[in-house]
């Protein structure tokens, strides 16, 4: 399981970048992709707005469909299970998360995530008002390197 941690403050992501060296670099299986996203605020996900906290971001086997579950850190809570669809838009190969400033009033919403070693993320779908909303604001992708 990878973790990795999302600050809005660009000092505090330098911080954390400068230190990460000393983190344990902790990888899952490759066929779920799990990885560990810790908000210093709460964050929006299709459904609902998560409170600050680390959460576990990781795909479930679907024949037809890609499913991404949001659990809490150790998985004894299931939060929510999310239609994503594969999106390649800004990820470089390194674990990723993609926020969307959604103004001072409502908190930032998770667009899409990827895991480290793929080129490849996973983008959330919302409900389609919502997306469109979404889909307009401005992104912001903080990137952790391997």
């Known amino acids: 399981m990878k973790k990795v941690v999302v600050f809005r403050s660009f000092l505090t992501l330098a911080l954390l970048l400068a230190f990460s060296i000393v983190l344990p ?19 929006q996900i299709p459904g609902q707005v998560l409170p600050a906290g680390t959460y576990l971001f990781e795909l479930v086997n679907d024949f037809n469909h890609e ?12 939060i929510a ?27 930032p919403a998770v667009v899409a995530w990827s895991y480290a070693g793929h080129s490849e993320g996973h983008q959330l779908v919302y409900p389609k008002q919502l997306q469109e909303k979404v889909a307009k604001e401005k992104h912001e992708t903080f990137v952790f390197g391997d």
Do not use: H
């Not at 670099?25 to 964050?43: G, K």
């Not at 499913?67 to 299931?78: E, F, K, L, Y």
């Not at 239609?83 to 800004?90: E, L, M, N």
């Not at 674990?95 to 009033?105: F, K, T, Y």
């Open 81 to 107: 299970l999310i239609q994503a669809r594969p999106t390649t838009k800004g990820f470089t190969g390194k674990a990723a998360i993609v926020l969307a400033e959604r103004g001072s009033s409502q908190p």
């Open 25 to 43: 670099n902790v990888r899952a299986d490759e066929w779920n992709q799990a990885t560990l996203f810790t908000f210093n605020q709460p964050v």
């Open 67 to 78: 499913i991404v579950r949001i659990s809490n850190a150790d998985r004894t809570n299931v």
